[in-house]
Nanobody, 119 residues
Framework: QIQLVESGGGEVQPGGSLRLSCAAS????????MGWYRQAPGKQRELVAF???????NYADSVKGRFTISRDNAKNTMSLQMNSLKPEDTAVYYC?????????????WGQGTQVTVSS
């Protein structure tokens, strides 16, 4: 069983930065595909970025060039550096990890952390 715990959310002005972290329990973190999802009020949950066990990354078009996903297998952690934040980035951000891929039916989810971008 894997437990994922997010931290680092908060409120920031447009153009600002935040760094989200996801800490994982368990011994299989290194083989998990990991990702960040977000869900804004009234919208479906969407994949923001993911990183596979080999370190390859992929980003939603809306965050390319602004967000950077990374992982530290030695520390069982994953991070999302968010720069040049926009009001439309406001959402609850969820950490996800799975052996079969991010978002898979047998993947694991964190509890979510709120990110609010507002002036």
């Amino acid at each position: 069983q894997i437990q994922l715990v997010e931290s680092g959310g908060g409120e920031v002005q447009p153009g600002g930065s935040l760094r989200l972290s996801c800490a994982a329990s368990g011994s299989i973190f290194s083989i998990l595909a990991m990702g960040w999802y977000r869900q804004a009020p009234g919208k479906q949950r969407e994949l923001v970025a993911f990183i596979n066990s080999g370190g390859s990354t992929n980003y939603a078009d809306s965050v390319k060039g602004r967000f950077t996903i990374s992982r530290d297998n030695a520390k069982n952690t994953m991070s999302l550096q968010m720069n040049s934040l926009k009001p439309e980035d406001t959402a609850v951000y969820y950490c996800n990890g799975g052996v079969s891929g991010v978002g898979a039916s047998n993947s694991y989810w964190g509890q979510g952390t709120q990110v609010t971008v507002s002036s």
